[in-house]
């Protein structure tokens, strides 16, 4: 277990509704990764975080959005779902940007 | 185009045996390189990480190669067990990235009794 968990493990939305996904990184670490991870695909970064600032952004669209707060743990919201956003959403945390990054077991999302 | 292409993309080997994964990348300026082990329906596990430097490393039964002049990478997998079936994606981190990976799909490994 890498000490990273993610809330919750499984979740069913309809197209248009709105989610927010949480992740609490492992102790003492001060960055957090977002990731997509289609079925058969490897992840694709979206966003990360590091000490509550936006480090960088993937190809997303603005309707994802995300959060840290000062204890560093993370939200991802979605915005006005759509089918293709289907998919295990992974978050990662490391002690800096470069190091390491340690993934929690991912939050399975499926939009109907 | 997705800069770091592995293969194959699926394998089945039989217990006890070895195999060895592919990974070519166009990723540059090149950082480091790393191999995750994903069980099904988990979140990846690091097995190994190199700099430019490093040619070579050594996790257990997995030892990884990279030749950065190729921008190719290996994972071999020695006297695979029942518990290495599970999907291995290799990683490669721009020098400039600040953290921005770039994940191949993975090859799907196998084992079978």
């Known amino acids: 277990e890498t000490g990273v968990t993610q809330s919750p493990t499984h979740l069913i939305k309809t197209r248009g509704q709105q989610v927010t996904l949480r992740c609490s990184s492992q102790?003492?670490?001060?960055?957090v990764s977002w990731y997509q991870q289609a079925l058969g695909q490897g992840p694709q970064f979206i966003f990360q975080?590091?000490?509550?600032?936006?480090?960088g952004r993937g190809n997303f669209p603005p309707r994802f959005s995300g959060l840290q707060f000062p204890n560093y743990s993370s939200e991802l919201n979605v915005n006005a779902l759509e089918l293709d956003d289907s998919a295990l959403y992974l978050c990662?945390?490391?002690?800096?940007?470069?190091?390491?990054?340690?993934f929690g077991p991912g939050t399975r999302l499926t939009v109907l | 185009k997705n800069q770091v292409e592995q293969s194959p993309q699926s394998l089945i080997i039989l217990e006890g045996k070895n195999c060895t994964l592919q990974c070519n990348y166009t990723v540059s300026p090149f950082s480091n390189l790393r191999w995750y082990k994903q069980d099904t329906g988990r979140g990846p596990v690091s097995l190994t990480i190199?700099?430019?430097?490093?040619n070579t490393k050594s996790n257990g039964r997995y030892t990884a190669t990279l030749d950065a002049d190729t921008k190719q990478s290996s994972l071999h997998i020695t006297a695979s067990q029942l518990s290495d079936s599970a999907s291995y994606i290799c990683v490669v981190s721009a020098d400039d990235s600040w953290g921005k990976l770039q994940f191949g799909a993975g090859t799907q490994v196998v084992v079978t009794p």
């Open positions: 975080y590091y000490r509550e600032e936006e480090n």
């Open positions: 102790s003492g670490h001060n960055t």
């Open positions: 990662a945390s490391s002690l800096k940007f470069e190091d390491t990054q340690y």
């Open positions: 190199m700099t430019f430097s490093e």
